[in-house]
């Protein structure tokens, strides 16, 4: 039995309902369990929670500073390449999208990874587009490889694959995954993806698990908020991961709420999540799963995310790029563009919000400030900011 058959067999219906129609009361019963369920969960996302924000707060920096202590774990995304063979309407990097690409070489990759080293960080995020030709298993393995010595956490957002062919890049020295669904309704998941093997809702949903099984460590999951009904996909995120924790139990889970940002292609969200009810997701979030790590990207603005510091969040970006070769330039001799997977001109794009002679970004970020300035806020904030929390040596 794989997630997708209780997914499909979730009372989601109920769910959503019970969400939209808790009282207070039902809310401050939710919030006194010392093992809230999921069904408690919906009442903390509710309408009726909105109005107990504060106590929410308070019951979430508790449990977020007697788990993790105050401690703020610094990550970087590292773009390998943009070019990708899937439609996804609200992408920058979307295959029809008349955009200017390009896939690092490993010297390049090597002088990127180079620059946020020496900004101090030492946990990286390889980000790719999905697309066979440009990023191959064998492209990604070395690259894993190439890093693995100098960083201590090497971690994968990239097109999913099979449990055999994620084996070498964690023999490689990779210990997490990233993959999100996107969107858990499969109406707007069909509309949303159009060409591509992405088009596959119930492969994605499975990716978690085969990652598992590969010997991933650390696995992250979550929903691209702005495709459809906030509360309904964040109790199909707690389902999931109320899942992986029963069945992948050896494995450490994470959690990320990003929010659509502007981007090539020009798309709209479908819905809205303000910042109020994204703190109360979080909180709501940290009170049901109190030992899983809560990430918040650059996706969001500085003091947004400076508030959110000591209400659940566990580990954020910074000094973020979101193209490939933003930190150091590497790259722009080989940039072109391409229809369906084949270059087809050198020069500049229609869409790309960028200077010419840049990648195009695959969204735009909200918060600028330098690592050195968030890490420098973190601690205003009486946080540690945390470059290291792992290393290979320690399964040795």
């Not at 390009?102 to 790719?128: H, Q």
């Not at 933003?326 to 229609?350: C, F, K, P, W």
Request: hydrophobic share 40%; aromatic share 10%.
């Amino acid at each position: 039995m794989s997630f997708v058959s209780e997914f499909n067999a979730l009372p989601m219906g109920s769910w959503v309902g019970q969400s939209r129609e808790a009282s207070t009361a039902q809310v401050r019963e939710s919030l006194a369990r010392s093992r809230p369920a999921l069904a408690d969960f919906a009442r903390l996302i509710s309408p009726a929670a909105a109005g107990l924000l504060e106590p929410l707060g308070r019951r979430s920096q508790q449990l977020t500073q007697q788990r993790f202590g105050k401690v703020i774990r610094l990550f970087a995304p590292l773009y390998l390449s943009n070019e990708c063979i899937n439609n996804c309407a609200y992408c920058g990097f979307s295959r029809d999208n008349p955009i200017l690409r390009v896939t690092l070489s490993l010297d390049d990759v090597r002088r990127e990874a180079a620059a946020l080293k020496a900004e101090g960080f030492r946990n990286l995020l390889l980000v790719a587009g999905e697309h066979p030709k440009f990023v191959s298993n064998d492209y990604l393995r070395e690259c894993v490889a190439a890093l693995h010595a100098d960083w201590p956490g090497v971690s994968l957002e990239v097109g999913p694959m099979e449990t055999a062919d994620y084996r070498p890049l964690v023999a490689a020295g990779a210990e997490g995954l990233v993959v999100y669904q996107e969107t858990y309704d499969r109406e707007v998941y069909a509309r949303m993806h159009t060409a591509g093997p992405k088009r596959n809702f119930d492969w994605r949903m499975e990716t978690p698990e085969r990652a598992y099984a590969a010997g991933f460590r650390r696995i992250g999951i979550g929903a691209l908020l702005g495709l459809a009904d906030w509360r309904y996909e964040a109790l199909c995120v707690a389902a999931h991961a109320d899942y992986l924790q029963r069945h992948c139990w050896k494995g450490y889970f994470t959690i990320s709420l990003p929010r659509l940002r502007p981007c090539a292609g020009e798309f709209q969200p479908l819905t809205t999540l303000t910042d109020r009810e994204l703190v109360q997701l979080v909180c709501a979030f940290r009170i049901l799963f109190p030992d899983v790590g809560l990430v918040l990207s650059t996706r969001e603005p500085g003091r947004l995310r400076d508030g959110l510091v000591p209400l659940g969040i566990t580990l954020m970006s910074a000094g973020s790029h979101t193209e490939p070769g933003g930190y150091t330039g590497a790259g722009r001799e080989h940039l072109h563009q391409t229809v369906r997977g084949r270059i087809i001109d050198q020069g500049a794009s229609e869409w790309a919000p960028v200077p010419a002679g840049e990648a195009t970004r695959q969204f735009e970020i909200a918060d600028q400030r330098s690592a050195g300035e968030v890490a420098d806020l973190i601690r205003r904030l009486g946080y540690e900011p945390v470059w290291k929390d792992w290393d290979a040596a320690l399964t040795v």
